[in-house]
């Protein structure tokens, strides 16, 4: 039984909603905090740990809208990290796989160069050094854990996933970039059990950073073959920005994750899915 008092903030987006469950499963007490979070947080109890979970996600969003995108995750980390300093609690945030500088080929690690390419990544970069700079300066410890495309049964919006589910479902047309392009999709379940395990870790050098992924790539157009399998139907996709030659590619190296944290995913790309699906089909 844990008895540490734990903040989430965003505790109703897509993680966060799952995940308050999971910790409540757990026996940890927690406070969930859906206030403003670009305001400083208030609240009178103390508090041991803050999964910093809120956050604008969209990559669209973010470059029809910068400021709001930056407003939001940068300043919201910069007051959730001023809480941490006041209560000398540890932070725990989700940060972004596309920090990374692509090529063709490309299995990430913790220590490659990095190159974001939009305002979202670039809000996560900098929270990033934002709690790099707490951490040696007002030892506030903290996690950035760079989460590659994590997929479940709740995501909504513009994201590969939901999109196939819903057009197989309603049999539309669907409209992709390319088939060639190449991720790592871990199912939210074992974001979780990530983010639990996270709770007990203590950072090496007081801010430390962990890619979170399976370690195995999948094309768009595999996804789409994966998709169509599990409901036994025909999609109809239509690829807009065809190029042979151009591979977008980029896979989590989870080694560092695997031997610090103890940890491996549990569902495989085919288990994951069946298992959306199955959560799609109740909302």
Request: aromatic share 14%.
């Amino acid at each position: 039984m844990h008895t540490r008092k734990v903040l989430i903030t965003g505790s109703n987006g897509f993680i966060g909603f799952g995940f308050r469950e999971y910790l409540l499963s757990k026996g940890l007490s927690i406070i969930e905090y859906n206030e403003d979070i670009t305001k400083p947080i208030v609240l009178d109890e103390k508090i041991d740990l803050i999964y910093h979970l809120a956050a604008k996600t969209s990559v669209q969003d973010s470059l029809r809208d910068p400021f709001l995108t930056m407003q939001t995750n940068f300043l919201g980390t910069f007051n959730v990290l001023e809480f941490a300093k006041k209560n000398a609690a540890k932070v725990i945030f989700p940060s972004a796989a596309g920090v990374y500088e692509r090529s063709n080929s490309f299995y990430a690690n913790e220590t490659d160069s990095l190159n974001p390419k939009n305002p979202y990544v670039e809000s996560k970069y900098l929270s990033e050094q934002l709690c790099d700079y707490y951490s040696k300066n007002y030892n506030v410890q903290s996690i950035a854990l760079r989460i590659f495309n994590v997929y479940g049964g709740r995501q909504t919006g513009g994201f590969l996933i939901p999109t196939l589910i819903n057009g197989a479902l309603k049999d539309t047309k669907i409209e992709l970039n390319s088939p060639h392009s190449v991720r790592d999709y871990i199912y939210i379940k074992d974001v979780y059990e990530v983010l639990f395990k996270a709770l007990d870790y203590v950072p090496k050098t007081g801010f430390e950073i962990f890619n979170v992924g399976t370690g195995v790539g999948i094309s768009v157009g595999e996804m789409v073959s994966y998709i169509s399998n599990i409901l036994d139907k025909h999609l109809e996709v239509v690829y807009t920005n065809f190029r042979k030659n151009e591979i977008d590619k980029i896979i989590a190296d989870i080694t560092k994750i695997k031997n610090a944290f103890n940890w491996n995913p549990s569902f495989n790309i085919n288990q994951g899915l069946i298992a959306t699906i199955k959560e799609f089909n109740k909302f």
